[in-house]
């Protein structure tokens, strides 16, 4: 009778297929005055480093047409103090915890990773080795293949949590990253992250952000994402969480058709708190004027004219 | 100073659009937990446009509430597209909302303490709401509010304060008002006549406007040897309700840290915006 | 005395740095009812193949978020017929001609290259490595240092006139590919074509583009365009025409502070059709404001916060 | 059918919003070359909206015009967010308009011809303007209008039409109003009538409607050996001005071309969007 909406990305069972973009929407807390926080498929978190990282000097945004820059540069506490402060709060939802992980080395992520493995009320890690806004490490492994195969088989041995891989867009074959990730053993890839851009104020002369150049998210960069999950869903076989861009159910239902099994909703969060939650909703709607009953049919469904 | 208080996201009829000086904008919406909820310092969080350019909310300080008819105004400078296109709303048009945020003024327990009260430019718009929280708490006669502006003109909410019952004193940069000079310098001096006059009363002073004028009160107020100095940040917002990290500024990391002469970047729209100035690192 | 607009792109001196982007301002005739093209510092025109083109079925645009996407596949009616038809027009104004040159071999390339060279009014050649909506040739030459070695090499031996190589942001490395154009003997770059991406109608289900795919232009993209200048500016000695999204001045300036000698105007056209001398102008009461005497002087200097 | 003459990019007044039938406005703008120059069939390119987005400019017939007052009307379904936010412009506000653009219908020289017009849903817009234009030339009493839609309520310009003094015919899908079934049925019997009645004189077809029409009616044309029948085709439009490339119909080389048998995509923007059928490829 009622309508499925539910998908696994690897182990990790999702009550829909809306989870929120890593760094923007905090680790949760920040949003459950707004949202009730069993209502959204998965919670990915914030980046979190071995170390605290105290992030990069401000401005650390700009918006631009339809879109924004960010350079946040991953200010966070620390794994320790993730697991030990934000983790408890979140445990009390049934709800699925993503923890997008960064790292300067690859020992660095494997030791984060570990580290989760062990915490109760984690299901998955999402490998962010596509960061663009820290000079070391990071975005350095996600654009190459031998980058990517390297974090991604460091942290596979590290834990046996369900490990997505979030793939950058500043690449000239993105099937390629995929394919790498899913050799070296992710359960699942992620993607887009944003693209690197920056904003020059001509009046004062001096570029926007701190950082010089910030990632690049919203709806200006929706048709960049649709398109590297479409390739990507062409090429490998794993689950595929898609964002960039997305603020409606219909937003998220062009992901689905383009091939991902779930969305994410980034940047929409900051337009409307209560996005993530608007999107499921807004999908369940689209499926029930559509007399679709199974989100998975949506999946990878769309026609050529 | 974080409340724990009901935040709601919102479509908010306006019910009065008012020009209240040149480029200068009054608001007013109808908002219920919002005009109930709020605490002056707060801000809201406006989307000024049901597309995606612009594409973030802009924040607003709470100018003035009123419980009984559910309502609270908005006052603000009209410098780029977002309050622009605020501005151009007709009276009947419904604006998503999302607050009340942030922390706000602490006004003390202290029946005797003395109230400085300092606003430049559209730094009038919280603090006129704080005015009027303190008359009603600690009453009328221990508040002194210090307007200032670049001129005359510009000089924003004189005639609500008088309304308030407040001790009123203007700063004009071009001296066509008031005092010729920054607000700041109206405040040195303020401060030393407030402490002749009541040597007895804590001074409290609370600030709302542009950064280097809070940096200047937060100056005078350590050369002072003021205890308690709250000061309204501004900074870019991308979220605004904490999760974005964007809205930065230095902060100590607090006496209760195991390392106390170590910083932060505290998130101005949560931890703020109104800070304590000793929290604060300029840089 | 009066203020100096003038820029030099190889041997192409333009009376102010703002030219056309390729395919958003055919071949100048249409846009003569609109604006004086005497009043623009050079013509790109649409891009020309060595046979006449078909190009893409329809749809072959789409609207995005301060974008669109456009799959033309380079209709035209190839270089003889433009030679003949087109050119004449042209000669009529003081404002140098920049030819797009678009080919599915090498061979052709440098074809097309030779017979606009022996043609009478043609400043220089746009060599367009980068158009992402043509099956064969032309973007998979543009994506890797190879590809765009042997096409610069090609076309440099054919011609004489200016030749400037526009680059495909659709890479991992755009400072690669503009070092491979230079050490093939580019005389200047253009930068950025379009990039890939794709939309889908979720009601019908379907592609919104008949090609499936297109490239993202406007508003949108400025943020990656202005970074990958800045970018390529700091690599290579040679002049670069910016482009990505510029529709007023102030867009321009910011093209310029990041390191572009001159700029073009593409998708602005579309929304302002005397976009092109509006941002000449535009240029021109900044630098007033500004007191700027020379626009030279505003190229590279931007500065960090 | 181009006509070479003056276009202009324009900010224009908006001195009327009307809603004429549900979802359905008419907005009448300043622009005395747009109203003095513009033909029948012709449309101008409208900029909805002062942001990027929605980015593109909006295609719409010239619905009217009134040379003297300097003014024309627009006729439009408010669809989607450009013609919402068209219909949302208050009276007084200017909004940037490009045209006029495209080519028209030609009417023709035979003063004895015999006019049939046929409009579904908003090609009732350019109708109403061509059904004026050939009444003034040729005289009303050769003009027949056939105006379809799916109900009663949709069938647009009766009463103008009925103003012009032309002869209406209407059709809707539902039966509510007039003939029961699609506008081109009406069409082929129309025709069939005319031929009798007026065995002497030929017969010119003109067409506005949803691409599905446009293709039956110039089905009936060819079926019925109708020798002029003109067709204003919609495409979704990026520049409007003939330099994208992106409008475009498969249309014949023509008669003077080396390949007659081959075609080629015409821009419907400027080769179009009027079209003598003959020229067009169905797909
Ligand atoms: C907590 C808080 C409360 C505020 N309360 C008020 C208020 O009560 N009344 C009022 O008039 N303004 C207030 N502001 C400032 C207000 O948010 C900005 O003026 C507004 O966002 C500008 O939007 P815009 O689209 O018109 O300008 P934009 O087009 O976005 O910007 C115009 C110019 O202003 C600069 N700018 C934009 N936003 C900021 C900012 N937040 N800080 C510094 N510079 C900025 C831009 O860089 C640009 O140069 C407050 C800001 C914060 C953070
Ligand atoms: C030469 C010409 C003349 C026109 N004259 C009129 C007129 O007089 N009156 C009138 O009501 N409309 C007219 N149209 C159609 C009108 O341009 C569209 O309805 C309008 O652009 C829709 O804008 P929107 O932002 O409201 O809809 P959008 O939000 O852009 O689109 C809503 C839906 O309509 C579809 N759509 C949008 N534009 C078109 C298009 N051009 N063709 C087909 N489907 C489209 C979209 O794919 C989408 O599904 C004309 C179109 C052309 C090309
Ligand atoms: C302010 C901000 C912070 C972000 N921080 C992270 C992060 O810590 N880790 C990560 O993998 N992605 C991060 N992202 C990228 C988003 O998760 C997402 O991939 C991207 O923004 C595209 O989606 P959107 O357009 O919906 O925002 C961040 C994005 C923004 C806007
Ligand atoms: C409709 C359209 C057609 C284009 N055709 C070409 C082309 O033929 N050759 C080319 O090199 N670039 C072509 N481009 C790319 C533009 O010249 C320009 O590089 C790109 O659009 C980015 O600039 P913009 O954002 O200002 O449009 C085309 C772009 C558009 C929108
Ligand atoms: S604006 Fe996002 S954390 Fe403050
Ligand atoms: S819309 Fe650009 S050529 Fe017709």
């Not at chain 2, 009209?78 to 999302?98: A, D, F, Q, Y």
Request: glycine share 10%; proline share 5%.
């Amino acid at each position: 009778m009622g309508m499925n909406l539910s998908v696994e990305i690897g182990k990790i069972r999702m009550k829909n297929p809306v989870t929120t973009g890593s760094g923007t929407f905090g680790s949760g807390q920040e949003l459950s005055d707004f949202v009730d926080l069993n209502m959204v498929g998965a919670i990915t978190v914030k980046g979190v480093s071995l170390e605290p990282w105290k992030g990069n000097p401000y401005p650390r945004t700009v918006e631009t047409p339809a879109g924004m820059l960010n350079a946040i540069g991953l200010q966070n506490d620390g794994v320790d103090n993730f697991i030990s402060q934000k983790l408890p709060f979140l445990r009390q939802f049934d709800t699925p915890v993503i923890v997008n992980v960064v790292g300067q080395s690859v020992e660095e992520y494997a030791e984060v990773a570990r580290r989760l493995d062990k915490a109760e009320g984690v299901s998955g890690i999402e490998l962010n080795v596509s960061c663009p806004n820290v000079k070391q490490g990071c975005m350095v492994f996600g654009t190459s293949v031998e980058g990517i195969t390297e974090v991604v088989q460091a942290v596979r041995q590290a834990t046996s949590l369900t490990l997505i891989t979030k793939l950058s867009p500043n690449v000239t074959d993105i099937t390629a990253m995929a394919r790498a990730a899913v050799d070296a053993g992710t359960d699942a890839l992620s993607l887009i992250n944003t693209l690197l851009g920056t904003a020059i104020d001509p009046w004062t002369q001096t570029f926007r952000l701190a950082n010089i150049t910030g990632g690049l998210s919203g709806p200006a960069i929706k048709p960049v994402a649709l398109r590297m999950v479409w390739q990507v869903a062409q090429a490998v076989d794993v689950p595929i969480i898609g964002m960039g861009g997305i603020v409606t159910g219909t937003d998220a239902v062009e992901f689905l058709l383009a091939g991902a099994d779930a969305v994410a909703v980034g940047t929409g969060t900051f337009i409307n708190p209560k996005a993530a939650v608007d999107v499921a909703e807004g999908i369940a709607s689209y499926m029930e004027k559509m007399k679709i009953d199974d989100v998975r049919e949506l999946v990878g469904s769309v026609k050529t004219l | 100073m974080r409340d724990e208080i009901s935040r709601v996201v919102a479509d908010c009829e306006i019910i009065e659009q008012v020009e209240v000086a040149p480029h200068v904008f009054r608001s007013v919406l109808v908002e219920p937990t919002i005009a109930r909820t709020s605490k002056p310092g707060q801000f809201v969080n406006v989307r000024v446009c049901e597309c995606y350019d612009p594409l973030l909310r802009r924040p607003f300080s709470v100018h003035a509430v009123d419980p009984e008819k559910g309502t609270f105004s908005l006052l603000y400078d009209v410098i780029g597209r977002g309050t622009k296109l605020l501005m151009e709303m007709h009276v009947g048009e419904k604006v998503s909302v999302v607050g009340p945020l942030g922390s706000s003024f602490d006004v003390g327990e202290d029946p005797s303490a003395r109230h400085i009260l300092v606003a430049g430019g559209c730094g009038a718009a919280p603090i006129h709401f704080l005015s009027d929280w303190i008359c009603k708490k600690h009453g009328c006669d221990k508040v002194t509010v210090l307007v200032g502006a670049k001129t005359g003109t510009a000089l924003l909410c004189q005639a609500e304060f008088v309304a308030h019952g407040v001790e009123v004193k203007l700063a004009t940069e071009d001296g066509s008002f008031g005092f010729k000079g920054f607000v700041t310098e109206l405040l040195a001096s303020h401060i030393e006549e407030s402490k002749v006059k009541n040597p007895d009363s804590a001074i409290r002073i609370y600030a709302c406007g542009p950064m280097p004028m809070m940096r200047e009160v937060a100056r005078v107020c350590g050369e002072q040897g003021i205890k308690s100095c709250q000061l309204s940040l501004e900074r870019t917002m991308a979220c605004g309700i904490g999760v974005c990290m964007g809205c930065v500024t230095k902060a100590q990391d607090g006496c209760c840290s195991h390392h106390p002469d170590e910083w932060h970047y505290s998130r101005v729209c949560t931890d703020g915006p109104v800070y304590d100035a000793k929290e604060l690192i300029w840089e």
